[in-house]
């Protein structure tokens, strides 16, 4: 016999999620949907081997059951005992093919968008799969970034990480997003330069040159990182007024936080339980990232 099968599940406190090869059943009974009442009419009857959550349903009401099997060896087995997770008062299912129940992160987001204060959401998603989550919690992340260009890039990338993300606890992201005009006005200037024209950031009633394009020197305030600062005196012989926009360099805010910095340029780092990815950040090291930060924040989630 399987080690463990006919032990209760152990879950987390928080964000239970079934992982991906813990089976979920859906049944339509007719008892109500507690303990008891559904104790006496599922034990002793067969689940398929994988099983080990049973969404029951009755009428409008629903509810998750974790159940234990005599053996996880034959294709079937009768179940030997169950704990009800969440009963209806506190649980809802939803419909929405748009939901890939396979990534933590959206069954989160479904369930605090479209069923906030439930401790329980049901959600039969994509390709019609069923999943949950109880006691939904995201870790939120804070996102550090500087604007345009538009979406702002970091952000939006971390987005689609997130959306293929099957094995990291839900996650939320608190967008940081300053922008490159409201950095200007915190130091007054004529003449801005700013790193490139790429950008399409002009600052209204001054004049804007472009340090990719190479100008002739002028009197301006750089708007840029060290990185750009470095350049300019290589072009120039010398550093020219700056207002610094690494968003890693921005200070204060607590928790969580993924932040691109204009110095690195190949490998992502890791300083105080935070991270700082390269300007040009691939997708993967987003992924490193993300994964970096739920290590340091969320160490002891897993799939239940
Ligand atoms: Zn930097």
């Known amino acids: 016999m399987a080690a463990g099968v006919n032990e209760p599940a152990r879950l987390p406190s928080r964000n239970v999620v079934p992982g991906a090869y813990r089976g979920v059943a859906v049944t339509w009974v007719e008892c109500d949907l507690d303990e008891e009442s559904l104790g006496r009419h599922l034990i002793g009857r067969e689940a398929y081997r994988r099983t ?7 009428g409008p009401e629903t509810g998750v059951v974790a159940v234990q099997k005599a053996s996880a060896e034959p294709l079937f087995s009768p179940i030997t005992g169950l704990q009800l997770l969440v009963g209806p008062a506190d649980c809802v299912f ?4 748009e939901v890939d129940t396979a990534i933590p992160t959206a069954l989160a987001y479904a369930a605090t968008s479209r069923a906030p204060g439930k401790r329980g959401v049901v959600v039969q998603g994509k390709y019609e799969h069923v999943s949950f989550i109880i006691d939904p919690s995201p870790l939120r992340i804070t996102v550090r970034e500087v604007a345009p260009p538009y ?3 970091l952000l939006d990338q971390v987005h689609r990480v997130l ?5 990291l606890p839900p996650i939320e992201l608190v967008p940081d997003v300053v922008e490159l005009d409201s950095l200007a006005e915190s130091r007054r200037s004529e003449h801005y330069l700013l790193p490139c024209r790429g950008g399409g950031v002009a ?6 040159d472009y340090l990719d394009e190479h100008p002739e020197r002028r009197e301006w305030t750089l708007i840029g990182c ?3 600062e470095q350049i300019h005196e290589w072009f120039y012989g010398e550093r020219a007024p700056q207002v610094d926009i690494c968003p890693w360099k921005r200070s204060g805010g607590a928790g969580p936080i993924l932040a691109k910095c204009c110095l690195l340029e190949s490998h992502i780092e890791i300083d105080d339980r935070r991270v700082i990815v390269p300007w040009g950040a691939s997708l993967a090291q987003i992924s490193q990232a993300l994964t970096t930060l739920v290590d340091e ?3 002891s989630w897993a799939p239940a």
Request: no cysteine; net charge negative; proline share 10%.
């Open 163 to 167: 959306a293929l993300a099957e094995h």
């Open 52 to 58: 080990r959550f049973i969404v029951v349903r009755n």
């Open 151 to 153: 979406p702002a890039k």
């Open 203 to 208: 600052v209204e009633g001054a004049t804007t």
């Open 297 to 299: 924040w969320e160490p």
């Open 94 to 97: 939803l419909e929405d093919p």
């Open 226 to 228: 060290e990185r750009s």
